[in-house]
C-alpha cells in the first residue's frame, strides 16, 4: 500500500520567504508527527496531532512555524520568514494511534535556504 | 533532562561478523524502546520495539536487549551483510506519544 508521501521533496528559497512543506499520512493512522533533522543530529519533535485533538505544538522553535492537518489526512507545515538556520530536512510521520505503535516515515523535504 | 546517547562515530565491520550498536539513556525509565534504521536521503524505517518487561528480542538476524538497570538498549545484527550499512536510530517515549530519537550510529560493512 502507500506509504508516507511529502512534497516537495527539495525546497531552495531564499531567506525571508515563506515555505509551505505537505505530508500525505497513510491512510487511517490518526497520529501525524513533523520533525526536523539536521546534518549529524538526531530527529528534533516539532509538532503532533491526534485524531481531533488539540495538536501539541511544543516542538515548534518559534511562532514562524505553524502546521494544521485538515480532515484528519494531510497536513502542511508553514514556515514564514526563513531564516538559514532553518535549512534541515523536514521528515514527517505517521502512526496507527502514537501509542506504542511504530511511525512510518515519509522521505521528507530537504529545506535549504540561501 | 531525558537524554540518549548513541556512539556518533561509524562502526565499520566486516561481513558476516556481528555488528553490535549501543542506545545509553539517563533520567528516565521509558516503558518500551524503539529502533530504527535509516539510509542516505530516506526517512527512518521501524525495525524493532522491545518492552521494559522483555529482556530479549529477535527478528531474522535482528537481536535488540533492553537492561533497565543500566539503562541500555543494545542493538545486534548477526551475519552481517554490505546491505547492512546504513544509520541506526535509537527512540523512546517521553510521554503517552511523544519520542526522543538519539543521533543515530552509521554502520558500514565491508565485503
Known amino acids: 500500500g502507500a506509504g508516507v508521501s511529502q512534497s516537495p521533496s527539495n525546497k531552495v528559497t531564499e531567506k525571508g520567504k515563506d515555505v509551505e512543506l505537505r505530508c500525505d499520512p497513510i491512510s487511517g493512522h490518526t497520529a501525524l508527527y513533523w520533525y526536523r533533522q539536521s546534518l549529524g543530529q538526531g530527529l528534533e519533535f516539532l509538532i503532533y496531532f491526534q485524531g481531533n485533538s488539540a495538536p501539541d505544538k511544543s516542538g515548534l522553535p518559534s511562532d514562524r512555524f505553524s502546521a494544521e492537518r485538515t480532515g484528519g489526512s494531510v497536513s502542511t507545515l508553514t514556515i514564514q520568514r526563513t531564516q538559514q538556520e532553518d535549512s534541515a530536512v523536514y521528515l514527517c510521520?505517521?502512526?496507527?494511534?502514537?501509542?506504542?505503535?511504530?511511525?512510518?516515515f515519509g522521505p521528507g523535504t530537504r529545506l535549504t535556504v540561501t | 533532562s531525558q537524554k540518549i546517547e548513541q556512539n556518533s562515530e561509524a562502526l565499520n565491520i566486516q561481513e558476516g561478523k556481528t555488528a553490535t550498536l549501543t542506545c545509553n539513556y539517563t533520567?528516565?525509565?521509558?516503558?518500551?524502546l524503539q529502533w530504527y534504521r535509516q539510509d542516505p536521503g530516506r526517512g527512518p524505517v521501524f525495525l524493532l520495539l522491545i518492552r521494559e518487561n522483555e529482556k530479549e528480542k529477535r527478528k531474522e538476524r535482528l537481536k535488540v536487549t533492553f537492561d533497565t538497570t543500566l539503562k541500555q538498549s543494545l542493538f545486534h545484527i548477526t551475519a552481517s551483510q554490505p546491505a547492512d550499512s546504513a544509520t541506526y536510530l535509537c527512540?523512546?517515549?517521553?510521554?503517552?506519544?511523544?519520542?526522543?530519537f538519539g543521533t543515530g550510529t552509521r554502520l558500514k560493512v565491508l565485503a
Open positions: 533520567n528516565y525509565s521509558p516503558a518500551y
Open positions: 527512540a523512546l517515549p517521553t510521554g503517552t506519544y511523544k519520542y526522543i
Open positions: 510521520a505517521s502512526s496507527f494511534s502514537g501509542q506504542g505503535h511504530e511511525q512510518y
